[in-house]
């Protein structure tokens, strides 16, 4: 069994609203030179391989089929 | 300038529907034996200080009154 983490981040140009309410925010709440906030994903997963390159090349597919928009995110995966 | 991530994710014990939703749907896409998928959020930004000891107490400070729900979840800050 192998733990997967995989982080979908939005890609560089794409506007994140969320992110800029959430830099709004935390103005708000006093957070001074708070810039360029960006919110993403973080999905944990446990893969039931002993198969690192198995399951790396698994979790992408997941990764291109469901977990991330490729048009306008980015991902990266990281086993434990 | 520095660049921080802060990844937030559910505390052991607190149900995640989002997480067993897309449990069954990388099921019902054909991947097996995948388990326990959670999803939690990340956060990119950057704290306009050079002192990194200073940029990481406002990041927590950050965490606990507005990017994580403390009763439910757990934070962890990494500087770049």
Known sequence: ???ARVTVTLKNGVLDPQGKAIEGA???LGFEGVNQVRQGKVFDLEVETLDRAKAEEEIKAMCEKL???TVIENYSISLS
Request: hydrophobic fraction near 55%; avoid cysteine.
């Open 1 to 3: 069994m192998i733990k």
């Open 26 to 28: 935390l103005g708000s």
């Open 67 to 69: 977990l991330a928009n």
